[in-house]
């Protein structure tokens, strides 16, 4: 069954620091999204993707998150200087034309800034 | 505006017996899609069930038996007869309809811890 893979599964950083999570979508999927979850609280939206822009962004979503996707494959997710705040586990969910297919998520992207 | 309500913070129980967890939701669209996802200790998101506005039998998966009630805007999920591998945290999410084929986002609710105990 097809997969959406994420990289890595673990990311310390330091606080200040740049971070960039990476995801690997269904290869025939077209919506491509990131989603937080602090720990022990729910999944919350930050944004979705498709046609090389931004459909929708929540407010989490600020200037300090862009997403890309750098080539046909990857989608990454970039933090440029990440607070403590931003420690969550992120996930990558991508879904197919038409609300009928798929909504697949990844297993996750634990993040801690320390 | 969409929202997903889950009353239940945390639940136990005794193997063996049978446990429902409750979701209601709102939503101003008359199409949408109710999902269940698991999330176990280890923090993937399992999916679960994916339910579409205009189909409300109840299904049956195993020991998963799902009930969805458009008249009270409720979508439950029961475990029958609970095993200790159910202990997990259970999310219920709603996915608005797009009709111009834009990526949609999930919803999704505070999630239910459950513990299922030998």
């Known amino acids: 069954e097809p997969e959406v893979t994420q990289t890595p599964s673990h990311q310390v950083t330091q606080m200040g620091q740049e971070v960039i999570l990476r995801c690997v979508p269904i290869?025939?999927?077209?919506?491509f999204y990131w989603y937080r979850q602090i720990l022990g609280q729910k999944v919350e939206f930050l944004v979705s993707?498709?046609?090389?822009?931004?459909?929708?962004k929540s407010e989490i979503f600020d200037d300090q998150f862009s997403v890309e996707r750098p080539d046909g494959s990857n989608f990454t997710l970039k933090i440029r200087s990440t607070k403590l705040e931003d420690s969550a586990m992120y996930f990558c969910?991508?879904?197919?034309?038409?609300?009928?297919?798929?909504?697949?998520f990844g297993s996750g992207t634990r993040l801690t800034v320390v | 505006a969409q929202k997903v309500t889950q009353a239940q913070t945390e639940i136990s129980v005794v193997e063996k017996e049978d446990v429902t967890l409750d979701c209601v939701y709102e939503?101003?669209?008359?199409?949408?899609?109710l999902f269940w996802y698991k999330q176990p200790p280890s923090g993937e998101l399992v999916f679960l069930i994916r339910?579409?506005?205009?189909?409300?039998q109840n299904e049956i998966s195993g020991r998963y038996s799902w009930n969805f009630q458009k008249s009270t805007s409720s979508f439950n999920f029961t475990i029958t007869a609970s095993q200790v591998v159910d202990s997990a945290v259970y999310f219920c999410?709603?996915?608005?309809?797009?009709?111009?084929?834009?990526?949609?986002?999930?919803?999704f609710g505070t999630g239910t811890r459950l513990q299922v105990t030998l």
């Open positions: 969910a991508s879904s197919g034309v038409g609300t009928n297919y798929g909504y697949t």
């Open positions: 999410a709603l996915r608005a309809f797009s009709r111009t084929g834009t990526a949609s986002k999930l919803t």
């Open positions: 993707f498709y046609n090389n822009e931004i459909s929708e």
């Open positions: 290869s025939n999927h077209l919506y």
């Open positions: 339910r579409n506005s205009f189909d409300e």
């Open positions: 939503t101003r669209d008359t199409t949408y899609y």
